[in-house]
């Protein structure tokens, strides 16, 4: 069997079992949605959620080229270190955030189905310019130079552009599936937003570190060297080549298929109960939209939550690894089952904590999404105190799977359901805007952070010794102790519809 069919494997099989217990559960009834709707429905979200799985293979296919690029050398020097990618992820993540004061807006106007293209599009030509970086730096091409000696500076650039084009992404599909779920079946929609998460998580880390592995060629020119002192590296470029072939591929499809609301598919338009009901006047300019969220406490509080959920969620997806390998003579953790299986795990992680997180708050809690969150943060503040304890043991991988599934449940319930909720479909765009915007500046906080408390592997014995790496753990805990704190304050927070 081939390797990407082993891998891929188990998640098809958790999808199924999802797949078999959505279709399971008691359906709500009074909603009146038609089969022909329903099929309609899955024909609209998919292409959109595959072109947003799509957009996080070309977003943190930065992290996979770190450790390609971090085991080469030019003058001397790796190419790319702790403090290097901590620069880049730093200023990606910065944009991506920033940009939704811009994009949030935008897409109110022009819809999800432009804005989905847009970013698709935007990102595809960004890694495009980062596979020909990566391509002319190790082959001598075009600007070889220039690029070799100033890398970091390059891809920090490169990568803050592709952001701010990879921003349109979660506006676009909550703001194309707002008008097509209702309040009371968003819960639903929040695990499928956990799983197509959980799917690009795992494109991003298990299909680009199994390019790097397949894709291999003798060193290309003497400038370079290895650290190991071998011959054969990566292929690099792939990494940033592959997902732009992909979203150009998906966000064709998107452009022939997917609509904005049901009655541009031929289905009649519903009132979906949220805090645009009864809202039939005119679209506010994006100034008074974002004065009316920045005065809904419920907003707010959400954006501090998924603040916390960014530095939390990136604290655990971007550094394991990077700990795994750099302290592996002396824990050994390369070569573990989660280390090698990393995307895979993370995505079934996801997959179920979003169901968990979806089924739960709409058959359990009334469509409410603050207990959903107040009970995965316990676990977060449960496993962050865990792991300052055991992080450098071998149950370190199993913990911070725990984790993911926790911290990607609270995402999908808060970015992708609660959002549309109290932002309601009419101003969904400027709401998903600023919920997310918070997100990206706790990843660009954690980012710094990390860049400034953990070791620098330029120096080998440092980053090799665990006791360097005491303060991965040790920062989540703050972050996770404030999230649960917040999200106990909108434990009975539910969407009020404006009268007609």
Same mark, same amino acid.
């Given at each position: 069997?081939?390797?990407?069919?082993?891998?891929?494997?188990?998640? *098809?099989?958790?999808?199924?079992?999802?797949?078999?217990?959505?279709?399971?559960?008691?359906?709500?009834?009074?909603?009146?949605?038609?089969?022909?709707?329903?099929?309609?429905?899955?024909?609209?979200?998919?292409?959109?959620? *595959?072109?947003?799985?799509?957009?996080?293979?070309?977003?943190?296919?930065?992290?996979?080229? $770190?450790?390609?690029?971090?085991?080469? $050398?030019?003058?001397?020097?790796?190419?790319?270190?702790?403090? =290097?990618?901590?620069?880049?992820?730093?200023?990606?993540?910065?944009?991506?955030?920033?940009?939704?004061?811009?994009?949030?807006?935008?897409?109110?106007?022009?819809?999800?189905?432009?804005?989905?293209?847009?970013?698709?599009?935007?990102?595809?030509?960004?890694?495009?310019?980062?596979?020909?970086?990566?391509?002319?730096?190790?082959?001598?091409?075009?600007?070889?130079?220039?690029?070799?000696?100033?890398?970091?500076?390059?891809?920090?650039?490169?990568?803050?552009?592709?952001?701010?084009?990879?921003?349109?992404?979660?506006?676009?599909? #909550?703001?194309?599936?707002?008008?097509?779920?209702?309040?009371?079946?968003?819960?639903?929609?929040?695990?499928?937003?956990?799983?197509?998460?959980?799917?690009?998580?795992?494109?991003?880390?298990?299909?680009?570190?199994?390019?790097?592995?397949?894709?291999?060629?003798?060193?290309?020119?003497?400038?370079?060297?290895?650290?190991?002192? =071998?011959?054969?590296?990566?292929?690099?470029?792939? #990494?940033?080549? /592959?997902?732009?072939?992909?979203?150009?591929?998906?966000?064709?499809?998107?452009?022939?298929? /997917?609509?904005?609301?049901? =009655?541009? @598919?031929?289905?009649?338009?519903?009132?979906?109960?949220?805090?645009?009901?009864?809202?039939?006047?005119?679209?506010?300019?994006?100034?008074?939209?974002?004065?009316?969220?920045?005065?809904?406490? /419920?907003?707010?509080?959400?954006?501090?939550?998924?603040?916390?959920?960014?530095?939390?969620?990136?604290?655990?997806?971007?550094?394991?690894?990077?700990?795994?390998?750099?302290?592996?003579?002396?824990?050994?953790? $390369?070569?573990?089952?989660?280390?090698?299986?990393?995307?895979?795990?993370?995505?079934?992680?996801?997959?179920?904590?979003?169901?968990?997180?979806?089924?739960?708050?709409?058959?359990?809690? $009334?469509?409410?999404?603050?207990? /959903?969150?107040?009970? *995965?943060?316990?676990?977060?503040?449960?496993?962050?105190?865990?792991?300052?304890?055991?992080?450098?043991?071998?149950?370190?991988?199993?913990?911070?799977?725990?984790?993911? *599934?926790?911290?990607?449940?609270?995402?999908?319930?808060?970015?992708?359901?609660?959002?549309?909720?109290?932002?309601?479909?009419?101003?969904?765009?400027?709401?998903? =805007?600023?919920?997310?915007?918070?997100?990206?500046?706790?990843?660009?906080?954690?980012?710094?952070?990390?860049?400034?408390?953990?070791?620098?592997?330029?120096?080998?014995?440092?980053?090799?010794?665990?006791?360097?790496?005491?303060?991965?753990?040790? @920062?989540?805990?703050?972050?996770?102790?404030?999230?649960?704190?917040?999200?106990?304050?909108?434990?009975?927070?539910?969407?009020?519809?404006?009268?007609?």
């Amino acid at each position: 069997m081939p390797i990407w069919l082993t891998k891929l494997a188990p998640i *098809l099989i958790l999808l199924t079992v999802v797949a078999i217990v959505f279709l399971r559960l008691p359906k709500i009834e009074g909603l009146g949605h038609s089969k022909a709707f329903l099929r309609r429905r899955v024909h609209n979200w998919l292409p959109m959620g *595959l072109t947003y799985a799509f957009l996080y293979m070309g977003r943190y296919n930065i992290k996979v080229s $770190q450790h390609a690029f971090g085991d080469l $050398q030019f003058a001397g020097a790796p190419m790319m270190t702790n403090q =290097g990618f901590a620069t880049i992820f730093f200023f990606g993540t910065l944009t991506y955030g920033c940009s939704f004061l811009i994009n949030g807006p935008l897409t109110d106007r022009i819809g999800g189905r432009k804005a989905i293209l847009i970013g698709g599009s935007g990102s595809a030509v960004a890694n495009g310019v980062m596979a020909f970086c990566s391509w002319s730096a190790l082959h001598d091409g075009a600007g070889a130079a220039l690029i070799r000696s100033n890398l970091i500076a390059i891809l920090a650039a490169t990568y803050a552009v592709n952001m701010y084009f990879q921003s349109f992404g979660a506006v676009a599909i #909550v703001k194309v599936n707002a008008p097509w779920f209702h309040v009371r079946e968003r819960g639903v929609f929040g695990a499928i937003f956990g799983v197509l998460i959980s799917l690009g998580i795992y494109f991003a880390f298990d299909w680009n570190y199994l390019i790097l592995n397949t894709f291999t060629e003798a060193l290309p020119i003497d400038a370079i060297t290895l650290k190991d002192g =071998g011959s054969t590296i990566s292929q690099i470029h792939l #990494v940033f080549s /592959v997902p732009c072939a992909l979203l150009v591929l998906f966000t064709t499809i998107v452009f022939f298929r /997917v609509k904005n609301t049901p =009655g541009e @598919a031929g289905f009649a338009d519903f009132d979906t109960a949220d805090a645009s009901s009864g809202d039939d006047g005119p679209q506010l300019g994006a100034i008074a939209v974002f004065k009316m969220m920045a005065k809904n406490p /419920v907003i707010v509080t959400i954006a501090c939550i998924e603040f916390c959920s960014g530095f939390l969620r990136q604290a655990i997806m971007q550094w394991f690894r990077s700990f795994a390998k750099q302290t592996d003579a002396a824990l050994h953790l $390369q070569s573990s089952f989660v280390y090698d299986n990393w995307g895979m795990l993370l995505c079934c992680a996801g997959i179920m904590g979003g169901v968990l997180a979806g089924t739960i708050s709409d058959h359990l809690f $009334q469509s409410r999404r603050g207990p /959903v969150a107040a009970i *995965l943060y316990a676990g977060m503040v449960i496993g962050s105190v865990v792991l300052s304890f055991v992080y450098a043991g071998p149950a370190v991988g199993w913990l911070v799977l725990f984790m993911s *599934l926790c911290v990607i449940g609270v995402h999908g319930m808060l970015s992708g359901t609660a959002s549309m909720d109290f932002g309601g479909k009419k101003n969904v765009g400027v709401a998903v =805007g600023i919920i997310d915007g918070f997100v990206y500046a706790g990843t660009a906080v954690m980012a710094i952070t990390y860049g400034w408390l953990l070791p620098d592997d330029s120096d080998k014995v440092a980053a090799a010794d665990p006791a360097n790496w005491q303060w991965w753990p040790m @920062a989540m805990i703050p972050m996770a102790v404030i999230g649960l704190l917040l999200a106990i304050r909108v434990w009975n927070a539910k969407p009020k519809p404006k009268a007609a």
